[in-house]
Every structure is written in C-alpha cells, then in structure tokens.
C-alpha cells in the first residue's frame, strides 16, 4: 500500500479449484488453511464453496470467538442454506457478497461446537430405524422408532426447526434446541457424516448470532 492507502476490509476464501467471481476480482484471496491469519486482517469475508465449507468457516470463527467478522456466501447453485438465509446464487450472490450489509442471524451449533448452515440429520446407526427419543423445547418430536430426523437453521428466532423423516411431507417443530437419545444414531452435518456414531446428540442456538451478508 502507498500514500497511507487503508488495506482491503474484505478477503475471499476459496474452497478447492472454484473459479473467483469476476464481482470478487481484485479482492485479497486466501484457501482454507489461510483462514486463523486472514480473521485477524479483514472485516468481512466471502466463502466460495459450498454449504459444508460455509459451515467450517463458522465454526472456526466461533471457537476462536471470532463472530464479529462478517460473513459473505457466494455459491455458483443454489443450496439448503441459500434457501435458509434467503440468498442468491452465482453473480448476484457474489455481488451481494461484496456490497450487502452484514446482518447478525441465529448460529446453530451442536454440542461438540460444530455449526450447521443448511440441514443436519440424525440417522439410525443400525438397522432401518433410529430408536430413542428427540425433544424440540419442551415438544417430544418422537418417542419409539423413525426413520430419521431432520435439523435445520432458521433465518428468525428462536433459531431452528426439526422434524422427522418422512418424505415429502414433513411436520417442522421450531425452537432454540434439538436433542436426541438414542441405542446409536450417526450425525450428518451439511451432507457430511461423523465417523462415529451416538448415543446423545443436541443442536441449539449458540448465545451469539454470526453477522451474514445479505
């Protein structure tokens, strides 16, 4: 920088070989191992990846309790957390990305610290059935045998909403916090599955929302 110039407040983070948005072009870009180093130099980022990755990046920034940094989401397709968040996808997500105004919205987490953008599933660990019992808040969403449950985000308080398994119709419970006990369910966060499985497993508003661009 010269003649006292201000350095960029805002930096792109790229997720594998995704081509930059031309409405990103001259902005300071980083890959994911770069993420510690860029929350100390910049405002606002912008995730180039998919729901997964925006959802790592959130999760960094909570454990490193970094939630003051504002979050943009460019995606080329639109996704569960497009949907969620009420986004675009392609140029105009990359140019909103950019230009919009960073909004503070309900994180949701789960009990390890690992946040959830678009959907989480608890799915059975044997057999064709999750056995135990989930709760909403004070609602007991089951008792007994399902096929599955489904966890998502929402834009509005109290923060998410659950419902069971049972394509296409489903019947959403919201409120602050989704918990599950169980013989064995494995946990998909954002179409990833835990390598083990569980016998306890919760998802629930963290006390502080993160600030997305929209």
């Not at 350095?7 to 409405?23: E, H, I, K, N, Y």
């Not at 300071?28 to 100390?40: E, K, S």
């Not at 105009?92 to 390890?112: C, F, N």
């Not at 489904?150 to 019947?171: H, K, M, S, V």
Request: glycine content about 10%.
């Amino acid at each position: 920088m010269h003649n006292g110039a201000k350095p960029p407040s805002t930096a792109v983070l790229v997720f594998g070989d995704r081509p930059t948005p031309a409405a990103l072009t001259g902005l300071p870009t980083h890959r994911p191992d770069d993420l510690d180093a860029a929350v100390h130099c910049y405002r606002r980022l912008v995730v180039i990846g998919d729901d997964a990755d925006l959802a790592g990046v959130l999760t960094r920034l909570l454990r490193a309790d970094r939630l003051d940094i504002e979050v943009g989401y460019a995606t080329s397709r639109r996704t569960r957390a497009t949907r969620v968040y009420r986004l675009g996808a392609g140029r105009r997500a990359a140019r909103r990305a950019r230009r919009g105004t960073a909004h503070r919205v309900p994180l949701i987490r789960d009990e390890t610290g690992t946040v959830i953008v678009g959907r989480a599933s608890w799915l059975p660990a044997a057999g064709p059935q999750l056995h135990g019992e989930a709760v909403v808040d004070d609602t007991v969403l089951f008792d007994g045998e399902v096929a599955g449950v489904c966890i998502e985000p929402t834009l509005q308080l109290p923060g998410l909403r659950a419902a069971l398994d049972t394509r296409p119709w489903r019947r959403w419970v919201s409120g602050r916090a989704a918990q599950l006990g169980t013989t064995g369910a494995v946990v998909v966060r954002d179409g990833v599955a835990a390598p083990r499985s569980v016998r306890r497993a919760s998802f629930y508003r963290h006390v502080e929302g993160w600030l997305l661009v929209r």
